[in-house]
């Protein structure tokens, strides 16, 4: 063999030795994640979700009249919270466990808790701090040095304005106090807008489409909440309940703000909606949104009651805390945010499926593909994620399951179940069960962010608990599973 023959030789081998590398390599890359399923949350929405609770603070005139919606002829003179603690707010709300608090900087009757330079129905007109005092300051300076987000309700309604009922001008007037608010005091979280108003009020169009797009352009990364969204939408009642069936998706064009006839599409969403529009759910820890001496914060067990019922219905709870005459938080509020707080740790702060071994009906890729039901037990509930197999459906009626077996001869004993969809790539799951030892105990429609179960049976005992999904948009893709006790929980059984 010449010299030259040898090196054709050698270079053909190596040329082989190449693609032969690079058909082992691509055999060994890892497969990709499924496609999403649209609509989509956007990056605002996804980090809402995740809070699960806030905390809503009325406060104004209306505290001091002992009314719930005030006349608009209130004289500012009667607001005078002496002992006002905006820090002893945000700390209730940081041992409340919640991450962002809502100040209603105007409600209905038109007075403004900072000093705006539109009107003198404001605390400029107050005797506290001899007209010099800005609630809404006080609340952001207390918030930020905390750590925790602020959000603002500006009522619609104005029932002490006298530009209210001519359209153009007072809409210029709401604009140039969005602009104060959202200008002055740094950045907002969550803004909320609400068609309510009473049945005798002045006619009045609001420029809604105005509205948010001047909230978008202040302040880009801001969550608007109505009836409508455009990011966050109402659940469509005051008792945060969410509906049994919950998707986060929703057309946009079936809403309108201030439509009671909506109020049931609303609580449920739409499987078929081309918008992410995730549902807020608001309720008063008291009967009243505006604090009264005569009243007491609910039970624990209604607090609870409530928190299953929309946390655990792939919405975020909204929980009304309102300040007293004195400008704290009562002491019976603050105490039984407490118990609630609690609770809830006691509740999920163990996973009885940490202890136990897990199967599914297959997984993306094959083993060692990341996609397997092992990531149901890690600490992601978003970007990790059990992916079965596609199959050979479209995913609507495929029999999916995964399955958790405990790795002691007892067993598990709990009455809480958990179960939290990837929903980055999308809502999909429309129907799911629940087995223990191969006996239904709980069933129920969508997941979403997060689906909690209360065994209505109470507590159960078993080695093996298969979690069956029946019908899905596409392959379900489930991020997280807990099983948990709640010792709170004492249902009647039959």
Same mark, same amino acid.
Request: net charge positive; hydrophobic share 40%.
């Given at each position: 063999m010449n010299k030259l023959s040898h090196s054709m030789h050698i270079l053909i081998c190596l040329l082989l030795l190449s693609l032969v590398q690079t058909a082992f390599s691509w055999r060994k890359s890892a497969p990709p994640p499924p496609l999403p399923i649209l609509p989509l949350p956007a990056y605002s929405q996804l980090k809402w979700q995740q809070r699960e609770f806030?905390?809503?603070?009325?406060?104004?005139?209306n505290t001091f009249t002992d009314s719930e919606w005030g006349t608009g002829h209130e004289s500012p003179a009667v607001f005078n919270p002496a002992g006002l603690n905006a820090g002893q707010?945000?700390?209730?709300?940081? !041992?409340?466990?919640?991450?962002?608090?809502?100040?209603?900087?105007?409600?209905h009757d038109g007075f403004c808790l900072w000093p705006s330079k539109y009107t003198d129905h404001s605390v400029a007109g107050s005797p506290w701090k001899n007209g010099h005092g800005d609630v809404v300051r006080e609340l952001v300076d207390a918030a930020k040095s905390r750590g925790v987000d602020v959000g603002l309700y500006l009522s619609p309604w104005d029932r002490h304005d006298r530009r209210y009922g001519h359209n153009r001008a007072y809409n210029e007037?709401?604009?140039a106090q969005l602009q104060e608010l959202l200008k002055k005091y740094g950045n907002v979280r969550e803004i909320w807008f609400d068609g309510a108003k009473g049945t005798n009020a002045t006619n009045t169009s609001y420029y809604f489409s105005d509205w948010f797009s001047m909230v978008k352009e202040l302040q880009s990364s801001i969550n608007i909440f109505s009836d409508a969204g455009p990011d966050v939408r109402w659940v469509g009642n005051e008792r945060g309940f969410a509906g049994k069936t919950s998707w986060s998706t929703i057309n946009r064009t079936s809403l309108s703000i201030g439509n009671a006839s909506i109020v049931h599409y609303l609580a449920t969403g739409d499987p078929k909606g081309t918008d992410w529009l995730p549902a807020e759910c608001d309720v008063s820890i008291r009967d009243g949104w505006f604090w009264h001496k005569s009243q007491a914060p609910?039970?624990? @067990?209604?607090?609870?009651?409530?928190?299953?019922n929309s946390v655990g219905r792939n919405c975020l709870l909204l929980l009304n805390v309102p300040p007293n005459t004195t400008g704290l938080i @009562? !002491?019976?509020?603050? +105490?039984?945010l407490r118990e609630f707080r609690g609770a809830i740790t006691t509740i999920f702060s163990s996973?009885?499926?940490?202890?136990?071994?897990?199967?599914?009906?297959? +997984?993306?890729g094959g083993k060692r593909a990341g996609f397997g039901p092992e990531n149901t037990l890690d600490g992601d509930h978003l970007w990790t994620y059990w992916a079965p197999g596609d199959g050979d459906g479209d995913g609507e009626e495929k029999d999916y399951w995964i399955e958790f077996e405990a790795s002691n001869d007892e067993g598990l004993r709990f009455n809480v179940v958990r179960i939290q969809e990837a929903i980055g790539l999308g809502q999909r799951i429309r129907r799911h069960d629940i087995y223990v030892d191969g006996e239904w105990v709980a069933g129920g429609t969508t997941v979403g962010y997060k689906k909690l179960h209360r065994l209505e049976r109470g507590a159960? +005992?078993?080695?093996?608990?298969?979690?069956?999904?029946? !019908?899905?948009?596409?392959?379900?893709l489930v991020s997280s599973v807990g099983f948990h006790f709640d010792p709170f929980w004492h249902p009647k059984v039959k």
């Open positions: 806030i905390m809503f603070l009325h406060f104004g005139v707010w945000v700390d209730t709300a940081v !041992e409340a466990g919640a991450s962002l608090v809502i100040l209603t900087a105007k409600h007037y709401y604009l609910k039970k624990l @067990s209604k607090l609870l009651n409530i928190y299953y @009562s !002491e019976s509020d603050v +105490q039984r996973n009885l499926a940490d202890k136990c071994s897990v199967k599914a009906s297959s +997984q993306r159960v +005992q078993g080695k093996r608990v298969r979690i069956r999904i029946t !019908e899905s948009r596409g392959v379900p």
